[in-house]
């Protein structure tokens, strides 16, 4: 079509369908088939509920295309070319924009691959990606209600303004600047090496590796099973109440941590700066440096500190006890509440006792011991 097409339907076979001028309305219909089709001018509405055999391509403007069937060879979107609202509830094959796209899926797609814009896409409830979405350019929404089998990953130097899952991904990785994750479904693994801004969680994650950095406090609200920070969480991280964390490990850089949940295991092996606790944790490891550790909670295994800490301050009840150990640094120490043993086999500054302290052994150095009940 070289001129003005107001509207065609294909029930039959197309050998090819070449569109360089204005197409209002073409439907391809269920028992169609159109070996090749190709826009490089303006379309209003294309229909595909048949079958199409090569790769669609568009180098012009679309502002509707639907597919119900098949695209044995999938659809690319080239460079400068506009697809206003993409749809699939049918079998798409492959997705490659280069332009400048937006859509959604209720059906199935093998691959999505975005190099340039994405406005919004959905992955609808009943969608599925088999393989692994790429994006490698700059996406504005993605919201996957459906299944993501083969992941998700945000390129270095790609911009993904919203990513939201409330139904099932497998991988997500970023390695690119992603500004909000909110996850109310089930992520099995997750890692970041670029930039988030904002991490919510009130559902299921399973990993969750940080080696870049992520700038507001993480929140979780649902289960994570294992969250291991070897990058920056310059804003924090809290488990909120009623919350379960089961391990939880800092290699770098932590603001402050809050648990008012259940924590299983919490090591620290790099820079804590801050740490409360009005919930419940299983077992704490500190190898390296602490700051200020507040404890409202519970605490049930012994509390190990091989490294440093500034300040620990008991008010809760550590049933398991505490040892500082040979080679530590515990600058101070005060418990107001409960606390079943106490071992000091490296160096304690200041130890304050306004509490229960039911048994205390010291066989490094102590500097002062001020006892007031």
């Not at 820079?271 to 409360?276: I, R």
């Amino acid at each position: 079509n070289k001129g003005t097409l107001a509207n065609a339907t294909n029930t039959g076979s197309i050998a090819s369908l070449t569109n360089t001028k204005n197409i209002g309305t073409f439907s391809n219909a269920n028992g169609g088939t159109l070996t090749t089709l190709s826009n490089t001018g303006s379309a209003g509405s294309i229909a595909n509920q048949g079958i199409i055999t090569k790769q669609v391509t568009n180098q012009g403007t679309i502002a509707n295309f639907s597919n119900a069937g098949t695209l044995s060879n999938g659809l690319v979107n080239n460079a400068n070319a506009t697809l206003t609202n993409f749809t699939n509830s049918g079998n798409a094959g492959s997705i490659t924009n280069k332009g400048t796209l937006s859509g959604s899926n209720s059906g199935i797609i093998a691959n999505l691959a975005n190099t340039k814009n994405i406005g919004t896409f959905t992955n609808a409830n009943g969608g599925t990606i088999t393989n692994k979405v790429s994006n490698e350019g700059t996406i504005a929404s993605f919201d996957n209600k459906g299944i993501l089998s083969g992941g998700f990953v945000n390129n270095a130097n790609a911009i993904l303004t919203k990513f939201s899952n409330s139904n099932n991904i497998g991988t997500l990785e970023n390695k690119g600047n992603l500004a909000t994750l909110t996850n109310t479904g089930t992520l099995n693994s997750a890692s970041n090496t670029g930039t988030i801004a904002n991490l919510d969680n009130t559902k299921n994650i399973g990993t969750f590796s940080n080696l870049g950095t992520i700038t507001s406090q993480v929140k979780n609200q649902g289960t994570i099973t294992s969250f291991d920070n070897k990058g920056n969480l310059s804003g924090g991280f809290v488990n909120d109440t009623g919350a379960t964390l089961s391990k939880f490990s800092n290699a770098s850089n932590l603001g402050t941590l809050e648990n008012k949940g259940n924590l299983a295991t919490l090591t620290n092996t790099g820079t804590l700066n801050s740490a409360s606790n009005t919930g419940t944790i299983a077992s704490l490891d500190n190898t390296k440096n602490i700051g200020t550790f507040s404890n409202a909670g519970t605490i049930t295994n012994q509390v190990k500190n091989q490294g440093t800490i500034t300040s620990f301050d008991n008010k809760g009840n550590l049933s398991g006890g505490f040892v500082n150990d040979t080679g530590a640094t515990l600058s101070k120490f005060s418990n107001a509440s409960n606390l079943g043993t106490l071992e000091n086999k490296g160096n304690l500054a200041t130890l304050t006792n306004t509490g229960t302290l039911n048994s205390a052994s010291n066989t490094g150095t102590i500097a002062s011991l001020d006892n007031t009940k």
